[in-house]
């Protein structure tokens, strides 16, 4: 069993998949986090993140210190992340990853949750349930200026909310795999809901997709 949830930055995803996986013990994998990796990773050798050969090759030599390297949920990992996610090699070195996380959960999981961009679209199309989580930017900026003062960095609001609008922008406008719900989606707009209606809402669907 598959589940994907696919959104734009701070729309719920990240709480919402892991209430997911732990409720029905499946794997998750935060796609976002390798793209962040592969981005940061990058600005760390001192290159440019817009550079395919420089994107392609660190996405090549990928390594688990790498997904955990400190600053991973910075505002810069997240930009220099959107821009190594629309050079097309770059995401088909990390699709092979994806696909292979998809058709053996570790651990032996039988089945996986997916937080990302392209997961119900690009990564696992025959995803039996999908799920699209959307806010309004200005609810999603407020959501992510508090997720980072709890991670104890500064951030002024009017300053993420344009990070996030350019890097929106960057996601939907790309050629390859762009940031859109899957035909065949639950879209839910989470501007006016809390974590507990969202996660009703996603369980219900999916009991649905997949009864027993
Ligand atoms: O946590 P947040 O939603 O802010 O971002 P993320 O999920 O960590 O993703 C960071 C960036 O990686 C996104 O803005 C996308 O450009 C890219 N990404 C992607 O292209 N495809 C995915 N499946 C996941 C992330």
Redesign the pocket.
């Known amino acids: 069993m598959i589940i994907t949830v696919?959104?734009?930055?701070?729309?719920g995803?990240?709480e919402l998949t892991q209430r997911l996986a732990a409720h029905f013990g499946y794997a998750r994998l935060?796609?976002?986090?390798?793209?962040?990796a592969v981005?940061l990773k990058v600005l760390g050798a001192g290159g440019d993140p817009e550079d395919e050969a420089a994107a392609v090759e660190a996405a090549r030599a990928l390594t688990g210190d790498d997904l955990e390297a400190p600053g991973l949920?910075s505002e810069d990992?997240?930009l220099s992340?959107?821009?190594?996610?629309?050079i097309p090699a770059v995401?088909d070195v990390?699709l092979e990853f994806?696909r292979g996380f998809a058709a053996a959960p570790p651990g032996g999981a039988e089945g996986a949750v997916?937080?990302?961009?392209?997961?119900g679209t690009v990564?696992i199309p025959d995803a039996p349930a999908k799920l699209f989580l959307t806010a309004s930017p200005e609810v999603r900026a407020t959501r992510?200026v508090k997720q980072l003062q709890e991670q104890g960095t500064e951030a002024i609001y009017g300053r993420v909310l344009q990070e996030?609008k350019e890097?929106?922008a960057?996601?939907t406008s790309?050629k390859v795999?762009p940031?859109k719900p899957a035909e065949d989606a639950l879209v839910i707009d989470t501007s006016h809901l809390d974590a507990d209606a969202v996660y009703a809402a996603a369980l219900e669907f999916i009991s649905a997709k997949a009864p027993d």
């Open positions: 696919d959104g734009p930055a701070a729309a995803k990240g935060d796609t976002g986090k390798l793209y962040r981005g949920r990992a997240a992340a959107s821009k190594v996610a629309a995401r990390l994806q997916f937080d990302g961009r392209d997961t990564v992510r996030l890097r929106d960057r996601d790309r795999a940031l």
